[in-house]
């Protein structure tokens, strides 16, 4: 496996951590002083959303920041194409992004209703963007160092504050 | 070509087969007793939905499980961020999964109206999820022993039963 | 890096420069006497929309033919689980292609209304089809010769012409 495909697959894990909510892949994923910075983009001014430094404290921002999934909720977190570099035992990572909302019907006491087929529910992408990553080797395994992310909608925080990464 | 791309392509001649219920190629990328095992959460619980064994079984499940394209419809079957692994003459895809529905308008008699512009249609994505899938190698080609889908949404089947591969 | 991620990057800054009507990046990912040409379906026949000949045309086209985002409107134009042969400097990616419409809110003067989280805006898939491109290599860099694009959905063309690349 070549260093391009483990930088992708670095990456995979962030996106699934980001999915399931999972404090410790997503620690994992950074190194120790590793940097998520977040932006939007707002009337073609892009605004800083906020950072949060530290694999642990990361890691915390996904079960914390993040809204947690409602009843019968899930997301996706997926990139599309990446443009790699390595350098020695430094990469870098740069992609699209897109975020997707789903949400299951509930399904009725007598079963669903006559007609409905397939898949019952909603799936509804709300966030794009762009990623630029720099990311380091050590021991085989590729780490986030810098992780930023540029959403191309504004971005309303209502208290408690949440952030999607 | 290294044996992940491989891999990636092998996938990728099964979603196409998908979006073209395309029976002989569908069946062509597994092996001969290969198996696909398919699930739903629904309510928080993972629900069988089905299975079928038998690459030929597979391929005709798919012109005939599979509902049919409406007039002027389509579908896409795309993976994304996969990680793979290989190992010998094994490997395996873990990918997340979204299926999008794309609808045609129907061109007026008189002519698209004023006014309209670009694509005439919808793109809706409807299924989302993650694959498990296991690969066999034999003599450079890379076939699906087995594959495991897991629908996100719940799924109402309607007789005649219908499944999306 | 291997031949096949040079050919999907090439392919990824593409992409990037529909997303930002960048003539200059798009004429720069095409041999001087590139070809696109264009399909759409419509009612089952795949029928011409239009090419553009020639690597400045074609960034011309970008910047031209394709309408210009409208005000906190963007695009990101995406390919999917591409199949890519090398045969010495010829290569060719087989794709299939999303194009999304992004369109923010309009911050209110008040800002945000109460309630709203999240981004602000709607995320649309508009274009879905296959691509077929031929591409060359000439001193380590891959350019598309040929780029074939086929959408699903039948399009519709105002005055003044329209084309998504």
Known sequence: MDDE???EEAMARYLRAADHRDAT??????VDDGLVEIFSYSE????????????DSIGRAVAGLMSPHPPR????????????????ETGTFDAQFIVYNVVAHQRPAAGWPAGASGA????TPIETGYMH?????????WKIVKHTIKHDLPYAFPPPAELDL
């Open 133 to 141: 990553t720099t990311l380091r080797q050590a021991g085989g395994h």
């Open 120 to 123: 019952q529910g909603t799936v």
């Open 44 to 55: 073609g001014e892009l605004e800083p959303l906020g950072q949060v430094q530290g694999a």
């Open 25 to 30: 892949t997503m620690a994992g994923v950074f």
């Open 5 to 7: 495909r483990r930088i």
């Open 73 to 88: 909720g899930w997301s996706h977190h997926t990139t599309l194409n990446p443009i790699i570099t390595v350098t020695g």
